[in-house]
């Protein structure tokens, strides 16, 4: 089976599903994904999708106003350490 018919599947059964208590579990399932860990920062610290988004969108809006090294300025940088 691929997945949109999967999806379809799942779909049309929680659209049709009477037991609140199934549903409060495909609400509990759903919240526990959102809280998942999928990345960490370079300080260890874990970080959910979500804030993953959010560091990428503020990394990418530092990089558009200009706040970065290139390599080589790096590269240099390193020789002082």
């Not at 009477?18 to 300080?43: G, W």
């Not at 260890?44 to 503020?58: I, R």
């Amino acid at each position: 089976m691929n997945t949109p018919v999967i999806k379809l599947d799942i779909l049309n059964y929680i659209l049709n599903l009477k037991n609140e208590t199934v549903l409060n579990k495909f609400i509990q399932i759903i919240e526990e994904e959102k809280r998942k860990t999928v990345a960490h920062t370079i300080n260890g610290k874990s970080l959910t999708k979500e804030e993953y988004k959010k560091e990428l969108e503020e990394a990418e809006e530092r990089i558009n106003s200009g706040e970065f090294i290139s390599h080589n300025q790096l590269k240099s940088e390193i020789k002082n350490w």
